[in-house]
């Protein structure tokens, strides 16, 4: 059996070790990077699975490493952040990660996490490719196309939309798209969701003006217009 290499980025020394005994427990291999600037060159010689990454780092900080990263690799991502309302900036900042987790964090829920992310990358699991209406997503390479444009999402959207356009018409909760979606959520981070949806409409829009794709049904989600022209 070979043992997936997860990244921990991490300047706190004993969070760094908490993380790594728990991955190592859970089956994995993991190194630790204390500085941004080791963290992208490590990922160039190593190759990863997946990467935890601190936001606040000597050297590079967290958003600096992910951009770089994201040049040259599409490895899962999973971010740490000691400040729920940083999440936001860092959704719209749309840098490419993965998922977010909020410090405090226990090392049980991180470990749930790289799995759920890990999961949701693994071309096994995922379900067929999907088309509706002009929009149609291809698991393998993960593009959205709309009328056979490349729709530029970021891997949290491009599930968000695989998963809505699995059942059009269907209502999805926030929780159930979380749940889908990121695995699990920051504690009462509802909001995530809702980021996601802003950017993805937005996206959307761009290249189907006037139509409404998503709706929100208030009070309980949102789903996919199933009388896409
Ligand atoms: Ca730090």
Do not use: W
Not at 63 to 87: D, F, G, H, Y
Not at 187 to 192: A, K, M, N, S
Not at 198 to 225: C, F, M, W
């Amino acid at each position: 059996m070979t043992h997936k290499h997860i990244l921990i980025v991490e300047d706190e020394q004993k969070i760094a070790a908490l993380l790594k005994e728990y991955l190592e427990k859970a089956g994995y291999r993991a190194t630790i990077a204390g500085r941004g600037d080791q963290a992208v060159a490590q990922v160039r010689k190593s190759s990863p699975a997946l990467m935890l990454l601190d936001i606040m780092l000597p050297g590079m900080d967290g958003i600096a490493v992910c951009r770089e990263v994201r040049k040259v690799s599409n490895l899962p991502i999973i971010m740490t952040t000691a400040k729920v309302e940083e999440i936001d900036r860092l959704l719209g900042l749309e840098i490419g990660a993965d998922d977010y987790i909020c410090k405090p964090f226990s090392p049980r829920e991180v470990v749930a996490r790289v799995k759920a992310v890990l999961r949701r990358s693994n071309p096994e699991t995922v379900e067929k490719n999907l088309a509706l209406g002009p929009i149609a997503l291809d698991e393998n390479t993960h593009l959205a196309l709309v009328s056979g444009q490349t729709l530029d999402l970021t891997p949290s959207e491009f599930s968000l939309l695989q998963v809505l356009i699995s059942q059009p018409g269907r209502v999805f909760s926030r929780d159930e798209l979380l749940a889908r979606v990121q695995g699990y959520d920051c504690e009462g981070y509802d909001r995530t969701i809702d980021s996601h949806i802003k950017n993805l409409r937005k996206k959307l829009a761009d290249h189907l003006p006037g139509q409404e794709i998503i709706t929100t049904v208030y009070g309980i989600g949102y789903k996919l217009s199933c009388t896409l022209q």
